[in-house]
């Protein structure tokens, strides 16, 4: 927000009304609530937050493409156009575009290696009107999609690990 001093116009009101609102309450209310896991997950995904944030709007600064990269899930990577320099002048689409920064940064920070306990204090941290904005909802179903994936893969694996550990204690018998 102080980048915004003497430049003619007033910073998005996401910065205030939401991002710092959040951060703020997460830091505070969510934070001592979990897991040690669920605490390192929320520090590195304030920080990719942070960093998706800074990205782009440098890449905003050079053209009118951003793109934020997810690494663990490829798939979920953003790509939007605005136009050049314009970004933190319209408050619907700087809004779109720091929503469309949180799905990378939490499942980069790991969301899918919490406990279900973490997931559920994390899922009830949104005030109850947040819940009646579309993007609020889709952050979740994006998000929740790949862990669900992930979850799926690891109870199959598990199943298939179980039934070869059987298979070999089995067949031990038979030697």
Known sequence: MMR???????????????GYYYCSNYGK???????RTGQKWLALGRRFLQQNMEKGLKDNMQGDVITIPCK????????????????????ADFK????DTHVPAYL?????????????LIGGQPNIEEWADGDTWRQAMDSGVEV????GKQAVQGGKDLVDRAMKRLMSVFK
Do not use: Q
Request: with cysteine; proline share 8%; net charge positive.
């Open 4 to 18: 915004h001093i003497g430049c003619g116009h007033t910073p998005p009101a996401y910065y205030v009304s939401y």
């Open 29 to 35: 209310k969510l934070h001592p609530r979990l897991s």
């Open 72 to 91: 663990r899930y490829p798939n979920r990577s953003v790509s939007m156009s605005v136009a050049k320099k314009k970004l933190e002048l319209n408050n």
């Open 96 to 99: 779109r575009f720091a929503f």
């Open 108 to 120: 980069d920070a790991g969301l899918a290696d919490l406990p279900v306990s973490d997931l559920l």
């Open 148 to 151: 669900g994936k992930d979850w």
